[in-house]
């Protein structure tokens, strides 16, 4: 078994130098959960960190579940988490225009924002995208969501040294014969911290796949109340 505080202490270095984080897998493998565990954890006294709903509501009782023996925590928590919007977005084109919206420059962050997370960030392009017929519209409408709306946040998370956390969905790929994030390509131009949850092959085992920087590990992990057991992966 490894220690929460190291495994949180090799993240948060790797977090000094990249300030994008792609977190992928299927369904009910605890994305969400790994989203809301680092952040919580990781987030400073005074810092803020804003979550945004875009096809999953916040896990509020997830939250009070991780932090129900340190009610001093969970209140200060509650109000360093700002949700937005009120409901997850209807449909692509309100996201887009929540997206375009906070990344111009005019639109002021909360002083000392430290994570920015999107859960999850292609429901509903995906669901556009499968009602575009033409090939070239699709490749216009992939290229517009990242140049409009992904890029410029990319890089005002860049700029004032925010973590953007990305939560994606999978879909198989019948080529590899492993799953990957839908729109792979698109996000594959974004060199940061990717983070893929699966089960293992070899055993029933929950495992995390790590890289970035070139490097990868693996680790075991096992979602509990009060947030996550890590082991090392014996295969």
């Given at each position: ?7 949180l ?44 709903q ?7 009782k ?12 969970l ?13 997850c ?6 996201q ?10 005019n ?18 392009l ?47 790929n ?6 990957q994030?839908?729109?792979n390509?698109?996000y ?17 085992k ?30």
């Amino acid at each position: 078994m490894l220690s929460q505080n190291k495994v949180l202490e090799g993240l948060q270095k790797i977090l000094d130098k990249i300030t994008v984080v792609n977190l992928s897998g299927e369904s009910g493998t605890g994305k969400t959960s790994l989203a809301l565990y680092l952040a919580s954890y990781l987030l400073k006294d005074d810092h803020y960190c804003i979550w945004v709903q875009a096809s999953e509501l916040f896990p509020k009782k997830r939250l009070e579940t991780m932090y129900g023996n340190n009610q001093k925590r969970l209140n200060i928590l509650k109000n360093q988490i700002l949700v937005a919007p009120d409901k997850c977005f209807a449909t692509f084109d309100t996201q887009s225009e929540f997206m375009i919206k906070i990344t111009h420059e005019n639109y002021l962050f909360p002083p000392d924002l430290q994570f920015f997370v999107i859960d999850n960030i292609s429901h509903h392009l995906r669901f556009r995208f499968s009602k575009v017929k033409e090939i070239s519209e699709k490749i216009l409408l992939l290229d517009r969501f990242y140049s409009s709306e992904l890029l410029p946040l990319i890089l005002r998370c860049s700029r004032e040294n925010i973590i953007l956390i990305l939560i994606h969905e999978v879909s198989f790929n019948i080529n590899l014969q492993r799953n990957q994030p839908f729109f792979n390509r698109l996000y594959e131009r974004i060199k940061g911290l990717s983070i893929v949850l699966k089960q293992s092959s070899h055993s029933k085992k929950q495992v995390m796949d790590i890289s970035a920087e070139n490097k990868k590990f693996s680790l075991g992990f096992k979602i509990e109340d009060n947030g996550f057991n890590f082991s090392q992966l014996f295969l």
